[in-house]
T-cell receptor, first 115, second 113 residues
Framework: GAVVSQHPSWVICKSGTSVKIECRSL??????MFWYRQFPKQSLMLMAT?????????EQGVEKDKFLINHASLTLSTLTVTSAHPEDSSFYIC???????????FGQGTRLTVV | DQQVKQNSPSLSVQEGRISILNCDYT??????FLWYKKYPAEGPTFLIS?????DKNEDGRFTVFLNKSAKHLSLHIVPSQPGDSAVYFC????????????FGKGTLLTVNP
């Protein structure tokens, strides 16, 4: 099956620093990638939809200047958490959709801890 | 190696009847399980979860059962509604994995009016 690789799987950073999370579709072209955030035992919340070559569409309540999303190619989307704070500590997961398919494939997720 | 398996790619039931979606896992270290629902071209939405210390969790029409000895969990939807038609993903979390989730491939549920 299709593989979506998300890196890193976990990261610890200091408050005020920025962290970049990569989401790669390894064996297919993904025109659309989704970024989610999940607190422990809570729902996976969609943060933004990333389309290759265009600006990401952010969900209501998500600060686009804080969560920078870049989808520069059909196989790579990045999420940068800028000026991270402890309240940004969470689990972030991406999913990618095939170019001609509505099925989404998920990355393994990234556990971010801001100290 | 598929650690979380949803062996039925599709399921069709009549409105008002019970839908039972199954999920098997191979890694006994998984300690937290979730079900997600997904409509075409949309992101998944969380449905219900269960910790490995429990064997049942209920939320409205949705009930998840966990059988640790069999490494099996199931999602029951009753009564089923046409709006429940979607793909359902089972996911599992590994002890010490920092909430890394392993997903099944999903089961397409179709509820016929």
């Amino acid at each position: 099956g299709a593989v979506v690789s998300q890196h890193p799987s976990w990261v610890i950073c200091k408050s005020g620093t920025s962290v970049k999370i990569e989401c790669r579709s390894l064996d297919f072209q993904a025109t659309t990638m989704f970024w989610y955030r999940q607190f422990p035992k809570q729902s996976l919340m969609l943060m933004a939809t990333s389309n290759e070559g265009s600006k990401a569409t952010y969900e209501q309540g998500v600060e686009k200047d804080k969560f920078l999303i870049n989808h520069a190619s059909l196989t790579l989307s990045t999420l940068t958490v800028t000026s991270a704070h402890p309240e940004d500590s969470s689990f972030y997961i991406c999913s990618a959709m095939r170019q001609s398919n509505t099925e989404a494939f998920f990355g393994q997720g990234t556990r971010l801890t801001v100290v | 190696d598929q650690q979380v398996k949803q062996n039925s790619p599709s399921l069709s039931v009549q409105e008002g009847r019970i839908s039972i979606l199954n999920c098997d896992y191979t890694n006994s270290m998984f300690d937290y399980f979730l079900w997600y629902k997904k409509y075409p071209a949309e992101g998944p939405t969380f449905l219900i979860s269960i910790s490995s210390i429990k064997d049942k969790n209920e939320d409205g029409r949705f009930t998840v059962f966990l059988n640790k000895s069999a490494k099996h969990l199931s999602l029951h939807i009753v009564p089923s509604q046409p709006g429940d038609s979607a793909v359902y993903f089972c996911a599992a979390s590994l002890v010490g994995s920092n909430y890394k989730l392993t997903f099944g491939k999903g089961t397409l549920l179709t509820v016929n009016p």
